[in-house]
């Protein structure tokens, strides 16, 4: 079975400081796809990243950064400098590379971040 | 970019109404998606569609119907609405081949069943 945990419900932090959001998962797949997305106050899930099982690279982009080790089962998200836009619901999500695609979502992690 | 439009951002219906969430995408996606979202429990499949006119059963389907008359359109339909279906629905669309790209979502409905 596919599942996918993220432990931490809230974190709240001041603005400026980094904040990292972590992702658990299991699946019996040995290939896979991983996402984050965003929920803003607004409502909408916007797409950050994708990562396939195949490659285990970090990836940065401006203040965000994702961190994927096979090893741990892990795909944990990092805010740096964070301010108060990133306040949101993250979700973390993982799909097969086969079948019907369906996500399987984490819980959500909801930041907070304060000025 | 990708369009997901959902009809109503509020909605407040009451117990035993039949009631529609309309979605529309303008991708031309195969694929379209309900979501359901409550706090604690994030994101679960209500039913999904991969082409006009078909559909299959997500993780929560008890209590809903859909249909797919149009490739974009995929509408949600609470038979009759009961007090626990009060959440936010989402939709999604998803065009991709190998599952390697993102779904696509709309703004949300928030359902108030009274």
Known sequence: AQKVTQAQTEISVVEKEDVTLDCVYETRDTTYYLFWYKQPPSGELVFLIRRNSFDEQNEISGRYSWNFQKSTSSFNFTITASQVVDSAVYFCALSRTSGTYKYIFGTGTRLKVLA | ?114
């Open chain 2, 1 to 114: 970019d990708v369009k997901v439009t959902q009809s109503s951002r509020y909605l407040v219906k009451r117990t035993g109404e039949k009631v529609f969430l309309e979605c529309v995408q303008d991708m031309d996606h195969e694929n379209m998606f309900w979501y359901r979202q409550d706090p604690g429990l994030g994101l679960r499949l209500i039913y999904f569609s991969y082409d006009v006119k078909m559909k299959e059963k997500g993780d929560i389907p008890e209590g809903y119907s859909v249909s797919r008359e149009k490739k974009e359109r995929f509408s949600l339909i609470l038979e009759s609405a009961s007090t626990n279906q009060t959440s936010m629905y989402l939709c999604a669309s998803w065009g991709g081949q190998g599952g390697n790209q993102p779904q696509h979502f709309g703004d949300g409905t928030r359902l108030s069943i009274l």
